[in-house]
T-cell receptor, first 114, second 116 residues
């Protein structure tokens, strides 16, 4: 079975541009979360979606938005890119929203803003 | 305030040595879960172990073991007889029950290098 897949794997954008990152969860998983991992730090929570509804949002500006599709895949959008948005963006797939369920992560999208 | 603290930034051990990674957490909830994840250079976070707040029994799973102590809010992780393939960044994470979004709170990670 396929794990969590993210695309693209690497991306270079210019300040002020917009970017869309994509994630396909594990088959049967209905929850998708997005995390930002700046170099040398732990992942920081951005969003969680479950059954196409936003269930949680981290402390990120409104330039960050996301959505989940009927097939449970998800997109993360970032507008007006800043140099500080350069990071590894990780998608996490979970079967449900119960607190004990482990998350399965994709390999991430490495975003570089120049 | 940092909910999960991993004081060890980098650790180097010689192959076959045992190594313990420290994790201290902070929560006011009575129901919570603690996790350890491994992040190899490829970037993917790999689930290792999980423990709930009601079970302080320490266990061993293969070369991995963990020591959960609520009295000191610590959840330490030990690798026995380390191997070169264990070289990675290890993250401790906390998930709280009444949690909007069921987010994980990650520590800053401990980079482990196992020297052959």
């Amino acid at each position: 079975d396929a794990g969590v897949t993210q695309s693209p794997t690497h991306l270079i954008k210019t300040r002020g541009q917009q970017v869309t990152l994509r994630c396909s969860p594990i088959s049967g998983h209905k929850s998708v979360s997005w995390y930002q991992q700046v170099l040398g730090q732990g992942p920081q929570f951005i969003f969680q979606y479950y059954e196409k509804e936003e269930r949680g949002r981290g402390n990120f500006p409104d330039r960050f938005s996301a959505r989940q599709f009927p097939n449970y895949s998800s997109e993360l959008n970032v507008n007006a890119l800043l140099l500080g948005d350069s990071a590894l963006y990780l998608c996490a797939s979970r079967f449900g929203v119960a607190v004990h369920t482990e998350a399965f992560f994709g390999q991430g999208t490495r975003l570089t803003v120049v | 305030a940092q909910k999960v603290t991993q004081a060890q930034t980098e650790i180097s051990v010689v192959e076959k040595e045992d190594v313990t990674l420290d994790c201290v957490y902070e929560t006011r909830d009575t129901t919570y879960y603690l996790f350890w994840y491994k992040q190899p250079p490829s970037g993917e976070l790999v689930f290792l172990i999980r423990r709930n707040s009601f079970d302080e029994q320490n266990e061993i799973s293969g070369r991995y073991s963990w020591n959960f102590q609520k009295s000191t809010s610590s959840f330490n992780f030990t690798i026995t007889a380390s191997q070169v393939v264990d070289s990675a960044v290890y993250f401790c994470a906390l998930s709280e029950a009444p949690n909007t979004g069921n987010q994980f709170y990650f520590g800053t990670g401990t980079s482990l290098t196992v020297i052959p």
